[in-house]
């Protein structure tokens, strides 16, 4: 019986709108995820440039052709004008004394430019003081300062970062989407009576669980996809080493969010089933999107300081550690023992929130007019329900 609703929950809500569209945000967010990673790890080909000579400009054709490691130069002498800058045919005018560009000017171009009669300039006037090439490179000799950083160079920092957020705004945002939609299913069919006639045929604990199973199959598929695309961003970065602990993030993401909705999921439903009136849900959810609000900003907040101890502790707690196990994983490289002493926690907690949370649907599921307020499920905590 828990199959026959969880298949109905899947194929009412596969076939929805919000559902589409959010598959098709998330088809999008893993193609950005894709080209962020293939950006982080650098692009080997120059950027071609077209730079016009005119006047006394024209002699400093030869030095300006040679390009530098990043630019290849294309000098335009025959046609070099404004109109061929308004035409877009050459990217900038020089004149010897003035560079002329058609909106804004280009800092990388006009930095290589810049850069490179300065240089010319500077070997004639070392000329002409008579200063030997050996000279002039002992005066500008620059100081040899190794440099090291603890969590590896600048360009792993951007993969643990893109890592890191991915996965935690993912799981901060599915769990809440997807715990919305439970809790307000549970509305519907509490306020439209169709629970009544669902209960005549199976239990609530049978139909708490058919409903959390059929979402979250949808919800796994949907975190699947930009798992999927967090390993595709990951192997698209080249020229940099990818450190483990990246690696071990995408399927610890998965780990946890299936936990992590197994808990969120119960809570949602439990709340849902409180009130009669879809005009009271958004208090109503209080309770359970003030704590994944919080993990997800102690990670937004810890970006720069990963190991900070709201961070350590709220990984091991299981409000957070849905979102902030995968973070801190990400930037820390975390052992196994802490890996899987939260994962532990997490998936006890899921338990026993999932036990409380039937209790919860069982007692509220057929009281309709006020919401049963917590205090009401305190004083008949012992009282006998469905």
Same mark, same amino acid.
Do not use: C
């Given at each position: ?58 002699? !400093?054709? *030869?030095? +300006? =052709? ?6 290849? /130069?294309?000098? %335009?002498?025959? $046609? @070099? #004008? ?63 300062? !190794?440099? *090291?950083? +603890? =969590? ?6 951007? /993969?643990?970062? %893109?890592?890191? $957020? @991915? #996965? ?67 192997? +698209? ?15 610890? #993401? ?133």
């Amino acid at each position: 019986m828990i199959w026959v609703i969880a298949r109905r929950e899947v194929v009412t809500r596969a076939r929805s709108k919000p559902f589409m569209i959010l598959t098709g945000l998330l088809f999008v967010g893993v193609i950005a995820v894709a080209i962020l990673a293939n950006v982080l790890g650098g692009d080997d080909d120059k950027r071609e440039i077209s730079i016009g000579l005119a006047g006394t400009g024209v002699d !400093a054709g *030869e030095l +300006l =052709a040679a390009g530098s490691p990043t630019l290849d /130069v294309e000098i %335009v002498r025959q $046609g @070099a #004008s404004v109109d061929a800058l308004e035409d877009g045919e050459i990217d900038v005018l020089f004149d010897g004394s003035t560079l002329t560009w058609q909106d804004f000017a280009d800092p990388q171009i006009d930095s290589f430019i810049r850069d490179t009669l300065s240089a010319a300039q500077f070997e004639r006037r070392a000329g002409e003081l008579d200063l030997a090439p050996a000279d002039i490179q002992r005066l500008f000799e620059p100081v040899d300062i !190794a440099q *090291e950083t +603890l =969590a590896g160079d600048d360009s792993q920092f951007g /993969v643990r970062f %893109v890592a890191a $957020g @991915a #996965s935690g705004l993912a799981t901060f945002m599915l769990l809440q989407i997807w715990g919305a939609f439970l809790m307000m299913g549970v509305i519907e069919e509490k306020s439209s009576k169709v629970v009544e006639i669902l209960l005549s045929h199976v239990r609530p604990r049978t139909l708490l669980a058919g409903k959390v199973l059929g979402l979250g199959l949808l919800a796994v598929g949907q975190m699947l996809i930009l798992v999927g695309g967090l390993v595709v961003g990951l192997l +698209l970065v080249r020229d940099i080493e990818i450190p483990s602990g990246v690696w071990t993030t995408a399927p610890l #993401s998965l780990a946890t969010f299936v936990l992590g909705f197994a808990f969120y999921s119960s809570m949602f439903a439990a709340v849902g089933s409180t009130v009669s009136r879809q005009e009271d849900a958004n208090s109503a959810q209080i309770p359970a999107m003030l704590p994944l609000i919080a993990g997800y900003m102690i990670a937004a907040f810890s970006i720069e300081n990963p190991d900070n101890p709201a961070v350590v502790i709220g990984s091991f707690v299981p409000f957070s550690a849905p979102v902030l196990l995968p973070f801190r994983n990400a930037f820390a490289d975390l052992a196994l023992w802490e890996v899987a002493l939260s994962l532990a926690i997490l998936s006890l907690s899921s338990v026993v929130m999932i036990r409380l949370a039937g209790w919860i649907y069982r007692y509220s599921l057929l009281r309709t007019g006020a919401r049963t307020t917590y205090a009401d499920l305190w004083r008949n905590r012992n009282a006998d329900v469905l």
